[in-house]
């Protein structure tokens, strides 16, 4: 009696260790999809420290055989001439002057118009013009530069009567419209984020609509304009075709109606028959443009924590 | 009544602004106005089916920009290949699987930082990458390679953003149901969080149509019409529609096939933009 007593129990015990789920295998693919997602998670980072790596390795050589005050502060660029000279001084340059030039003229009626997009047009008109400014923002930088060589440097010269509106100036103004999208997008969000009791407390103090839209929507949104502000910084430095369409590319320190060449050009423009030590000096030349990227970068971030607090 | 209160100089001041801030609203539809008309009076008649439907040759005598279309088609879509698995699959883990925050806050930072990096760069680190490094030569694997590391963080960053709108009613039903944890992402969580995903493709496919200083050198600038398989290999180079426009314009001063060709890119951000807002509008509607 006690044998069939014996494999009765053992069946309910058996029952009892299955596991829940039918497919014995589930457990593995679930951890082997794990893995692969993981390694999906971190691509990113990888990604940067990729870019980081192989932008100093490549880059460092050429500062150290040229020297890093000759190379950063040196004012001649002659890669091709019989005693070459690798100073980067005139790049760096009108990068920054070319970058304060488009903001000072671009920011101002970006903000203006996202104030105009949150603040005063009515939902139709809100629509078309932010959908204005989301086309402007699709449109291929190279199609800019090509509208920017047409009409934009033809009208420099013949306003200011030069020999080639192809300089600094007509760069300048390329870059400002190309940075009123990122302007006007990230500044409209962040007035329209500005909460609607501080204007409701200014109206009822007796200020106009105006006044509390100037002392106190903006100053309240002012992290936000801050950082749409430093987006432009860094889309204005990043920008490569559609300057070296516009600027003259050649590698004079820059002056308002000179031919300059902006770091982002200066590797475009050499980089397809370069060799040795200018082929290296050039990827020295992205080196120094990552740096001014990131501290751009890290700005932001800086500016957007501090919105957080 | 209450206008008497204001006095003239306050009425004044909040009059002269205003009429600024509706008058750079306007400069800038005009701008947009002008650069479209510009192109189009510039490109539109440029566009001939002999055109689009030819290959530039010498020989006749006659530019067409057949290959750019198609080498533009094929690295869009082996972009996309590429990228979509990773970005989805990054965005799934950290919205998902991840429970420690700063491994969150390392990757967004990363993907923050790969956007704001200049497409200048991506060139050139591609070029040392893939080309050099991965010995695929200038082909359009490597420029769609390099393309790949631009559009992650977008598309990263728009399926995270749909992944969190999915509520936790959906998952935790699915797992007291008895599913795995993968079976519950593949079947309950994306089909749900698809309208994300959509509008990261098409963004993405924005970004790749105007790109063009990454492509310089990973792509290269030929003409030459390849098959499915050649664009597959290494050695495949070819210009995509901007290149070749910034090659028509810059170097061979051949306006009229440049303006042609930016209409055609004008055409095709004007379809993305739309279809981005249509796709985010139906999706939404759908769920």
Redesign the interface.
Known sequence: MRFPLQSNTLAVIHIQKKP??ENPL?DI??AI??A??????????A??I??TV??VV?GVPAIREIGVFDFLLGTRWASTASEPAYGILPFILSSVYGTAGAVAIGV???I??A???SK??DRRTSA??G??????A??????Y???G???IVPAVRSIFGLADGANLFSAILVLA?MI?PSV?SVSETALAAVPKEYEEASLAL?A????T??RVSIPAAKSGILASVVLGV?RA?????AV??VSGNVPNMPSLFKSVRFL?TA??SE??YSSGLQRRAL?SV?LV??VF??A??LM??LVIKRDKK | MTDD??SYR??I???I??W??????G???L??AG?IL??LK?GLFNITWELISSTPSLLKGTTGILPNLLNTFYIILITLVVVL??????A???NE??KNKT?VK??E??????S??????????G???FVQ?CSLQTSLLAGSLTLA?MT??TI?RTTQESLKTVPDSYREGSLGL?S????MIRTVVLPSATDGIVTGCILAV?RI?????AL??TAGMANELLGIREALSPGGAGSTL?VA??MY??ERGD?DT??AI?AI??FL??T??LSAKLAAGLLKKGN
């Open positions: 829940v789920r589930s693919s679930e999809v794990h692969l997602l993981a390694i999906c998670g971190f691509v990113a980072v990604f940067v990729l870019i192989f932008l490549s101002p009626p970006g203006l118009c104030v105009f997009l005063i047009a078309i013009v959908g204005a400014v989301g086309l402007m699709g449109i291929p930088s190279v199609v530069g090509l509208v060589m047409i009409v419209v009123l006007i007796g106009t609509k105006t006044e839209i100037f860094g430095v990043g920008e490569a075709m070296m369409m982002t590797v475009a980089m397809s990827f992205a443009l990552f990227i990131m751009i970068n932001l971030d | 209160i204001i306050r009425k001041k909040g009059a602004l205003m600024l801030v509706r008058l750079s609203a400069l800038i539809c701008l947009l650069l510009c192109i510039k698995p990773l970005g989805v699959g990054a799934v883990y950290l699987y991840v491994c390392i990757t930072l990363a993907a923050e930082t790969l704001g990096i200049p497409s200048i760069i991506y060139g050139l680190v070029m040392l990458i490094f590391m992650l963080p990263i008895g795995g944890k993968w079976h924005g149509v105007g790109e063009s200083a310089l050198f901007t426009m910034y314009a810059k306006f440049a303006f930016a890119l004008l951000t004007l993305i933009n």
